[in-house]
């Protein structure tokens, strides 16, 4: 039963790590000092609505993560 539940742990901490390298940064990188604007009107709500999605499988994900984590030390 405890290898079950650290297959799941693992499982899901890759899925966390993957989730959080796909969310997009605050800022555009080096196109933000230079002021330039490089997306239309359309692409940053694609782009919102995407790291909406990304945010609230994160918070599922680290969710299931840390209850993982304490049925891991009940055990």
């Known amino acids: 039963m405890q290898t079950l539940f650290v297959i799941l742990q ?3 901490c890759l899925v966390l790590m993957c989730v959080i ?3 997009s940064g605050k800022n ?3 196109s933000a ?3 330039a604007k ?3 009107y359309l692409a940053k709500n694609k782009q919102k ?3 909406a999605r ?3 499988a994160t918070k599922w994900v680290a969710g299931l993560f840390v209850v993982l ?3 891991l030390n009940i055990i």
């Open 69 to 71: 984590t304490v049925v």
């Open 28 to 30: 555009s990188g080096l």
């Open 54 to 56: 990304l945010a609230l």
């Open 21 to 23: 390298v796909l969310q």
């Open 33 to 35: 000092l230079s002021g």
């Open 49 to 51: 609505s995407r790291d």
């Open 10 to 12: 693992l499982i899901t």
């Open 38 to 40: 490089s997306d239309t």
